[in-house]
């Protein structure tokens, strides 16, 4: 059934979120601290678990796939909803102080990838389906 | 009459009506990328950049703060647009994710989540320097707003920045996701965002959730569960790491 997999998507996200809730209590700051990676890692986990058993049906999958349909959609509605109009009137200190560090964030990421190459290179094309 | 019962329905049912605008917008995006820009531009990337022309357009007719979902009748874009939905999308996109790219790379995005608060942190508080902002407290705030728009207000509180401060460095926590969101898919071919691994520095370097997961999705929709993976880890950290030991070096350095 399909709220199966809903309901697994579920539980996930509030384990990992409760947990990145707590992580950040203990380190005694006011913020999530990688709830959702936490949710991520414990779905793949999850749902390889439940594949190797037999429990992934495709109606089950379903249910996490068509979320992930929807992921883009959320992110043209969330952009919707950014304060766009906030950091236009910040006037240029928000502006240059938004752009700089980022580009400069940015000029790193080749020098990062090199340096930190992954051991069996398969470059673009390892986003295989393991379930 | 007629129109007060119109308005007063769309609000009602906003999830419903943020369902049909989105999926609208989405439509158009993907037509003027086609036949616009030959796919060379992705629908994605179009429908993103329209959403925050939307955002700009709900900011100065209101003056509120939640963008388009200020205007009644698109209210329902806060809950489909808000953090809840966004988070539970995100980690579904983590089914079909290889769990073996993401522990190799695990080693550089801790470097690269690192590298990024504290990178960006002194980059903003250099140039609040640059425009008279001297002391440690507004320096730390603009450089910790320089790293996320959580960050920035979360820091300022702790530092005991002034609200005016604070402001400021909400602002450009969201000039970051919004240049982010805009620049990722025009710079990934340059600095070789196509694969995994490099999604992964990507994320833990930028950091800002929103930016990256809409860049992502902009550039390649395959690639955002890894981005996410190590952004997710960032406004935390940014929240340990910004009002406590970058702020005590900025004192020792600014007083």
């Known amino acids: 059934m399909t709220i199966y997999g809903v309901a697994l998507l579920a539980v996930c996200y509030i384990v990992g979120q409760l947990f990145g809730e707590n992580l950040g209590k203990l380190l005694g700051i006011d913020a999530n601290v990688g709830g959702v990676g ?71 990421i080749p020098m990062l990838s090199r340096f930190f190459k992954p051991k069996n290179t398969e470059g673009g094309h390892d986003h295989g389906n393991n379930h | 009459m007629i129109m007060e019962t119109i308005t007063n329905f769309l609000a009602k049912n906003g999830l419903v009506v943020a369902f049909l605008v989105t999926g609208a917008i989405m439509y158009a995006a993907n037509f003027l990328s086609i036949n616009a820009f030959k796919k060379k531009v992705p629908g994605a990337a179009i429908a993103i950049v329209f959403g925050l022309f939307m955002a700009y357009i709900g900011g100065v007719t209101t003056g509120g703060k939640n963008g388009i979902a200020d205007i009644k009748i698109f209210s329902g874009f806060s809950l489909m647009g808000g953090a809840m939905l966004r988070d539970f999308a995100i980690i579904s996109t983590a089914l079909g994710a290889s769990f073996v790219v993401m522990r190799q790379s695990g080693i550089v995005g801790l470097v690269s989540l690192f590298l990024g608060v504290i990178l960006t942190f002194f980059a903003g508080a250099g140039i609040a320097y640059v425009f008279g902002y001297t002391d440690a407290k507004s320096m730390t705030t603009i450089g910790a707003g320089a790293c996320t728009y959580i960050v920035g207000p979360v820091t300022g509180a702790a530092v005991g920045a002034s609200s005016e401060l604070i402001a400021l460095s909400i602002a450009i926590g969201v000039v970051k996701a919004t240049i982010v969101a805009i620049g990722t898919p025009l710079v990934a071919k340059y600095i070789g965002l196509n694969n995994p691994h490099t999604a992964m520095i990507f994320g833990g370097i930028i950091g800002t959730n929103a930016g990256v997961m809409a860049g992502l999705a902009a550039t390649d929709p395959k690639l955002v569960p890894y981005g996410a993976l190590t952004a997710t880890f960032y406004t935390g950290l940014g929240c340990l790491l910004c009002p406590s030991v970058l702020y005590i070096f900025m004192k020792m350095c600014f007083g």
């Open chain 1, 38 to 108: 936490f949710a991520m890692l414990m779905l793949i986990l999850l749902s390889d678990w439940l594949s190797k058993r037999g429990f992934m049906k495709p109606e089950t999958e379903s249910g996490i796939s068509f979320w992930n349909q929807m992921y883009i959609p959320i992110i043209v509605a969330m952009a919707a909803t950014q304060n766009v109009a906030a950091a236009i009137s910040g006037g240029l200190l928000a502006i240059l102080a938004g752009i700089i560090p980022t580009a400069i964030a940015f000029a790193m």
